[in-house]
């Protein structure tokens, strides 16, 4: 195959590839890498398995609004609305001079007169409007 190499030079070479492909496989190990997955998984329509990193990236870093947010955006294109008010509530209570994102987040998903009095509820609690 390598013309006049070696077959222990071909096999060095394979393991090396190898190698290669499984550092490439490695599970994320910080929050932000979880964070980083969780969009890629997003933007390819697999937000359930997004969930899952989102979580782990809030596991790890319990105090970044950003985690919780993205967290809520996932269960909200989930229609796991509930879940999804809880991340932002959680995102706003962390950061509450940030709020516009979430806002907005919150009335999308709030369409209904049920959903756009649980919202006012909410940004009523979160401190958004008076």
């Known amino acids: 195959m390598w013309g006049n190499g070696s077959k ?3 096999e060095k070479f ?3 590839m190898r190698e290669t492909v499984r550092e490439e496989q490695k599970a ?9 997955l969780g969009d890629a998984l997003c933007n390819e329509g697999r937000v359930r398995e997004a969930i899952v990193h989102y ?8 105090n970044n609004p950003g985690y919780h947010t993205r967290l809520g955006d ?6 796991e609305s509930v879940k999804a008010l ?3 509530r959680k995102a706003l209570k962390i950061s509450p001079r940030r709020p516009n994102r979430i806002t907005a987040l919150l009335k999308y998903i ?3 007169a049920s959903g756009n009095r649980l919202l006012t509820n909410i940004e009523k609690q979160c401190n958004i409007i008076p």
Not at 28 to 36: G, I, L, N, S, V
Not at 55 to 62: F, N
């Open 8 to 10: 222990d030079a071909e």
């Open 74 to 79: 996932a269960y909200a294109y989930s229609d």
């Open 14 to 16: 394979e393991e090396r």
């Open 86 to 88: 809880a991340e932002y």
């Open 110 to 112: 709030g369409v209904t």
């Open 28 to 36: 994320p190990e910080t929050a932000y890498e979880r964070q980083e």
């Open 55 to 62: 979580r782990k990236a809030v596991e790890m870093e319990g």
